[in-house]
């Protein structure tokens, strides 16, 4: 059996709670350790001790976990030579001293999550950096050794014009990073902005007028996926890619999904039943082969590259062309669909409306 060759561990802990954050984090840090040694019993009882290709320490925030322990669950895993092994990171953890120990552990890419440069809306959002510490969390950074580091931005913040989002574009192509991120803001229901939505957001038009502006000024990045930006295809992340390609990869830690052996999985959500009962997953579901399909196209056109649809074909015994004729012919009319040699891919204002456009092929 052919075991996954990428593992996502979460870290579900944060300092404070961003008022736009959905995911599964606590600020209750004191369960740090508990959670550390459930998290270690997952691993050893879960990974198959195969070689990885890649590794992504995600959140959370895991800059909140001292190095000891970070060293430790490293340990854990064999990874190859050229493995890419990803931490995310807040820039106010990020201090040199602290990211030289990360890269002589070994760890080669960083996440930043920085949001935006304008500190007005940093603060109604709820982040703790200013983006002066941003900015130092970069040269600290590449200083401690990364050469490969990814920036996160979003767009469509309270009160964010499409001039404040520039400024933030323009920066990201003045420092030394390789990677950008960019996420258009939801409100999730269960965020402080879920519960109290804030005042000055922006419409939908203009977040995308502001997706087209970072597509236009991230010009020296390779666009590569529908929200990331690489500046060659070195630095495109290997980790995500392997979920967009639809490969399998395991999850571990609290509320982290997986995907081994055709079944899709999370393991808790709840960080109390985590520590108590590591082991527990909240679902498994064994995919059949119509889902498989339907992800390997909803991934597939993720990518700027798009889907190859002989590999669809053979894989799913289907003929593409056929099966989909009407959304093909609708949408690549209408020029948000275009043709490859291979097969298909979106425009960049398909990308847009992409969620349309793809639960049309579900
Ligand atoms: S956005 Fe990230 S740092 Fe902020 S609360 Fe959520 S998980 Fe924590």
């Given at each position: 059996?052919?075991?996954?060759?990428?593992?996502?561990?979460?870290i579900?802990?944060?300092?404070?709670?961003?008022?736009?954050?959905?995911f599964v984090?606590?600020v209750?840090?004191k369960?740090?350790?508990?959670?550390?040694?459930?998290?270690?019993?997952?691993?050893?009882?879960?990974y198959?001790?195969?070689?990885?290709?890649?590794?992504?320490?995600g959140?959370?925030?895991?800059s909140?976990?001292?190095?000891?322990?970070?060293?430790?669950?490293?340990?854990?895993?064999?990874?190859?030579?050229?493995?890419?092994?990803t931490?995310?990171?807040?820039?106010?953890h990020?201090?040199?001293e602290?990211?030289?120990?990360?890269?002589?552990?070994?760890?080669?890419?960083l996440?930043?999550?920085i949001?935006?440069?304008n500190?007005?809306?940093?603060?109604?959002?709820?982040?703790?950096h200013?983006?002066?510490i941003?900015?130092?969390?970069?040269?600290?950074?590449?200083?401690?050794?990364?050469n490969?580091?990814?920036v996160d931005?979003?767009?469509g913040?309270?009160?964010?014009?499409?001039?404040?989002?520039?400024?933030?574009?323009?920066?990201?192509?003045?420092?030394?990073?390789?990677?950008?991120?960019?996420?258009?803001l939801?409100?999730?229901?269960?965020?402080?902005?879920?519960?109290?939505?804030?005042?000055?957001?922006?419409?939908?038009?203009?977040?995308?007028?502001?997706?087209?502006?970072?597509?236009?000024?991230?010009?020296?990045?390779?666009h590569?996926?529908i929200?990331?930006f690489?500046?060659?295809k070195?630095?495109?992340?290997?980790?995500n890619?392997?979920?967009w390609?639809?490969?399998?990869?395991?999850g571990?830690g609290?509320a982290a999904?997986?995907?081994?052996?055709?079944?899709?999985?999370?393991n808790?959500?709840?960080?109390?039943?985590?520590?108590?009962s590591?082991?527990?997953?909240?679902?498994?579901?064994?995919?059949?082969?119509?889902?498989?399909l339907?992800?390997?196209?909803?991934?597939?056109?993720?990518?700027?590259?798009?889907?190859?649809?002989?590999?669809?074909?053979?894989?799913f015994n289907?003929?593409?062309n056929?099966?989909y004729?009407d959304?093909?012919?609708?949408?690549k009319?209408?020029?948000?669909?275009?043709?490859t040699?291979?097969?298909?891919?979106?425009?960049?204002?398909?990308?847009?409306?992409?969620?349309?456009?793809?639960?049309?092929?579900?």
């Amino acid at each position: 059996m052919q075991y996954p060759q990428s593992a996502y561990i979460h870290i579900p802990f944060c300092s404070s709670k961003c008022y736009y954050c959905g995911f599964v984090s606590t600020v209750n840090t004191k369960l740090k350790t508990a959670y550390f040694f459930s998290l270690l019993k997952d691993i050893d009882t879960n990974y198959h001790q195969n070689e990885l290709l890649t590794l992504y320490f995600g959140g959370g925030t895991p800059s909140i976990l001292p190095v000891e322990q970070v060293s430790k669950i490293l340990n854990k895993f064999k990874l190859s030579n050229s493995a890419e092994i990803t931490f995310e990171l807040n820039p106010e953890h990020a201090n040199l001293e602290y990211l030289e120990k990360l890269f002589n552990l070994g760890i080669n890419r960083l996440s930043i999550g920085i949001q935006t440069f304008n500190d007005d809306i940093l603060n109604k959002i709820g982040r703790k950096h200013t983006s002066k510490i941003a900015i130092d969390a970069v040269k600290y950074a590449n200083k401690a050794g990364f050469n490969n580091i990814s920036v996160d931005l979003i767009y469509g913040l309270p009160c964010q014009t499409i001039k404040d989002f520039e400024y933030d574009l323009r920066i990201i192509n003045d420092i030394n990073i390789q990677h950008v991120s960019l996420y258009g803001l939801k409100i999730e229901d269960n965020s402080v902005f879920g519960k109290k939505l804030p005042a000055n957001l922006p419409d939908d038009d203009l977040q995308a007028d502001m997706y087209l502006k970072a597509i236009e000024v991230l010009k020296k990045f390779e666009h590569y996926e529908i929200s990331n930006f690489a500046l060659s295809k070195k630095y495109q992340s290997k980790h995500n890619l392997n979920y967009w390609k639809n490969r399998e990869y395991y999850g571990f830690g609290c509320a982290a999904h997986g995907y081994e052996n055709g079944i899709r999985y999370a393991n808790s959500f709840d960080i109390h039943k985590y520590i108590d009962s590591p082991l527990m997953k909240d679902f498994g579901h064994t995919e059949t082969e119509h889902e498989k399909l339907q992800e390997e196209i909803f991934l597939g056109l993720r990518i700027a590259d798009g889907i190859d649809i002989n590999i669809i074909n053979e894989k799913f015994n289907i003929n593409f062309n056929e099966k989909y004729k009407d959304t093909i012919n609708k949408y690549k009319k209408s020029g948000h669909l275009i043709q490859t040699t291979k097969g298909y891919k979106l425009s960049n204002e398909g990308f847009l409306i992409s969620t349309i456009i793809l639960s049309e092929f579900l």
